[in-house]
Structures are given as C-alpha cells and as structure tokens.
C-alpha cells in the first residue's frame, strides 16, 4: 500500500493537503511537524510522519520558502558588544541551547552582535530586507529599539526575558525575583543580617526583580532593606570589584554579599580580599547563573542557578510556533506567550 500511495489523488507529487488529510490533522500541523517544531504532540508527530512515508511525500524546500517568502535560517541578535558575548558565560550557555533545539530542524542561525548605533543600523536593513524568518534577542535593554522594530516589520521574534511587566513580544525568562529571595533568604539563615546587594544593569528587567526579591525577602524577615547595602553593577568583574569597594567604604560592618551574576561575585571576592575580609567567616558571597566561574572560584562559590540552556530552546519552541503560523503573535491578536522558568540554589562553601 505504501508503495501505491506514492503519488498523489492528481497523479503527480503528493501535496502538503493530501499529506494532512491521510493524518486527520490541519495543514498547518503538518507544516509544523516537517519544520521540526516541538510544539506537536507525540502522537500527531506520529501520525503525520506515518502518512508522509505512506504517500511519499517530499517536501520541496525551495519552493515552500519562495511560496511562504521563507528563507529557512533564524537570527539571534545580541545587542551588546562582542566581548561581552565571549566572556559571560550567560550568552554561550544560551547559544548551546538555541543551537541543540535547531540541530533536528532545516533551520540556519546567522550570530548578529547589534552593540554600537552603526551595528542596529546595518541590521534594521538586513532585517526590513526579510533575510530572515524569526529572531531571538538576547540581553534587550529597557530603551532598546530592536523589539518595535521587529514588530513594526512582523518579522516572528522572541527576546530572552521582558522589557517590562507589560511586554508585548514572546519571552523566556528565569524568575529572577524568586532567585534573589531564595539567596537573601539562604545568606539570612546562615545568621547574616548585613547582606548588600550588587545589582545587575538596572534597564534590564531582570536586574530590577531581582532587587525586588532581595528587598521583599529582607521585609518579609522584618529586616529594613538599608539602600546604602545597595550599589549598582553592570554584571562584569570589574563592576563588581568597583561596587564591592564602594559598599566597603559605605558599610563596613556588611556580613554578606548577594551579586547579581557569578562574574560579579567574582570581581566582588577580589575586592574583599584586598581589603582584608575573609569568605565567608567574615563576609558570605553569593552570586547569580551557576556557571563554572562558580564552581572554580577559591572557595566555590554559592549561586542561583537559572537553567539557561533550557532557556534557549524554550525561545526556539515558541518562534518556530510563530513561524510555522507565518504571522507574529501581536497581529494573531493571541494572548502574549511569556515562559517563566524555575530558579534553584546551589549552595556552596562561600556562605
């Protein structure tokens, strides 16, 4: 029967229709199974795969992309400098996510760093060229202009955690807000009752749930969240080294140390071995990402672990969703998909 389903009720190559119509399914859920998006059922994947091996059918892709006006490769734009990208171990965990969830689909990922005004220019015309079919962002800033522009061109686009409360695009995000309670909780237990905060960027949203967490956890345990504990960063080590120096100068009697990423709480030890402190009898650290920075630091360093390259492919998940409907979500007029995923401490010898 197989072999006879070979062509087509027209006699000529079976069609995507007739492919969907031997499933039981929609055509658009067998164009979602054969652009390899997770967002199928086993037994729907099942089910279609089954009727393209009994129909034979072949998809063509160059006809489909110039059909669907597709060009079969995702971008994902990262709107800082270059070496940022290849010092935080944030941004090649989320690369090896995003590239894992691709590798089982035809899909290319064009790298595009988008830091300096000359770098957004070039891409808002490569992107108003429609060169791609989706785009992540990675690391968006509160005043970015990429997210209006992608949706000024409806081009399918997702960015790794919301501008705001609001946000109108696709996020994924960790829950910054219960990571930081669950540090400042852990530093309060330890019987630390001077715990200074060094924050992340403050236009990234993330950076600011995470300053919420820490002063609702210190209310929460009757503790007045002293402002003077708290002291901007940038999320680098040398950020951390200058806001540790700083909270020192500020607050010396401090007993412990929430930093707002492991490259900070890096730069944050250096500091407080210089001026003497020891970690963690006199001062506890605790940092943000559970990379290896933490694992290697002298001593190990305690940290929240957000699970980034899970991150990466829940981003894929949901813009090979909005690819595969060929229409963003804002003009679906769906409600807006933000992914919110777990945060857990991994406690280590610095606190």
Known sequence: MAGHGARGRSGGRPTLEEVAARAGVGRGTVSRVINGSP????ATRAAVEAAVAELGYVPNTAARALAANRTDAIALVVPEPETRFFTEPYFSDMLKGVGSALSDTEMQLLLIFAGSDRERQRLAQYLAAHRVDGVLLV??????PLPDLLSQLEIPAVISGPRSAGESLASVDSDNYGGARSAVEHLLSRGRRHIAHITGRLDVYGAQRRVDGYREALRDAGHDADE?????????????????AELLRRRPELDAVFAGSDVTAAGARQALREAGRRIPDDVALVGYDDSAIARHMEPPLTSVRQPIEEMGRAMIDLLLTEIADRRPAASRGLERHQVVLATELVERASS
Do not use: N, W, Y
């Open 39 to 42: 967002r199928v059922s086993d």
């Open 139 to 144: 690391s968006v800033h509160a005043d970015d």
């Open 228 to 244: 003077q504990l708290i002291e901007p960063g940038d999320f680098s080590e040398e950020g951390g080294r200058r806001a540790m």
